[in-house]
């Protein structure tokens, strides 16, 4: 039996992470307690999280022609991602996100430098990849134009999209209509579905296609009727990359044949997990890792 393939378009950044205390108020100056620069990205965080986990890993972006870029192409071989469809660029630097850290929680700014030359052009020049794929996974911090071109390529192909509608964006029915899972968090999911644009029953079929990211009160999906799962819990260190990992484990499972909830419960460990450790990838387990957790919370229960 072939691999199962997972493919991802999305963005690659140097995320440079400050932790501290508190996080100043305006015009105030507060002393940190450390500096990191660790690679980041949800395209890149995705595709680690489900090469961590086994799966035959594909992804597609751009970096700038830098020393940021070239580590972190490094990194991802390293991780077990394959890399032949990132391409280097030389009009732009490499996307890197400025990360606060404090009391395990995080503030986020991000510049998307290379990551906006994954135009619908680029992508088109990779259908190849997409259509051999088993499942395409996007996230929200390349072109939107971009998405629609790569939903659109996988729809011709048959391949199975999961969209993290993040950081959240207006979407336009016919995008959201064409994906076959939705991975949103709270907030996104009122920004998506809760106004005039849809009717209720519009509503009701796409909320079919949510599962719904809830932090340390766990997840929400729709099967046969409304089902919730609690989260893990752990001892928090850094939230950074939760849901990445959250949505690289849900493509894992189901490209591996998973039915929906234990695609979910499996994710819903890998996210607990990878919030145990520093950085966005820095906390992502392995397949192993993730067994023995799950053996320990059974012991647990029993």
């Known amino acids: 039996m072939k691999n199962k393939k997972i493919t991802i378009v999305g963005s690659i950044n140097m995320d440079l992470v400050t932790c501290t205390n508190r996080v ?24 680690v999280a489900a090469a961590r986990l086994g ?3 594909c992804l597609v972006g751009c970096v700038g022609n830098d020393t940021f870029g070239q580590d972190l ?12 469809n990132v391409e280097p660029v030389t009009h732009s630097s490499t996307g890197t996100a400025s990360i606060t850290i404090a009391n395990g929680d995080n503030h986020i700014i991000v510049i998307p430098g290379a990551n906006y030359a994954v135009t619908p052009e680029f992508v088109a020049k990779h259908e190849q990849v997409i259509a051999e794929s088993d499942i395409l996974m996007l996230q929200l911090e390349i072109p939107i134009e971009s998405v629609e071109k790569a939903v659109e390529l996988a729809n011709k192909h048959h391949v199975k999209v999961i969209l993290n509608p993040a950081p959240i964006q207006p979407l336009s029915k016919e995008l959201l209509q064409k994906v076959d899972y939705l991975t949103p968090n709270e907030y996104e999911q009122q920004l ?5 644009e849809w009717t209720e029953k519009e509503r009701e079929e796409m909320m079919k296609k949510c599962i719904i990211t809830r932090g340390s009160k766990g997840i929400t999906f729709y099967q046969n009727g409304k089902k919730e799962l609690p989260s893990y819990k752990v001892d928090v260190v850094d939230t950074t990359g939760a849901g990445d990992s959250f949505n690289g484990a849900l493509a894992v499972s189901l490209s591996n044949g998973a ?3 234990d695609a979910c419960q499996f994710a819903n460990a890998v996210a607990a997990l990878s ?6 990838q820095g906390g992502m387990p392995t397949i192993e890792e993730v067994q023995t957790f799950l053996q320990n919370q059974k012991g647990n229960e029993a």
């Open 24 to 47: 100043p108020v305006m015009g105030e100056t507060v002393m940190g307690e450390s500096f990191h620069t660790i690679p980041g990205g949800k395209g890149a965080n995705q595709a």
């Open 55 to 57: 799966a035959d890993t």
């Open 73 to 84: 192409l490094s990194h991802l071989k390293n991780q077990g991602v394959h890399t032949g």
């Open 192 to 196: 998506l579905f809760y106004s005039n």
């Open 259 to 261: 039915a929906l909830e």
């Open 275 to 280: 919030v145990t450790k520093l950085g966005a």
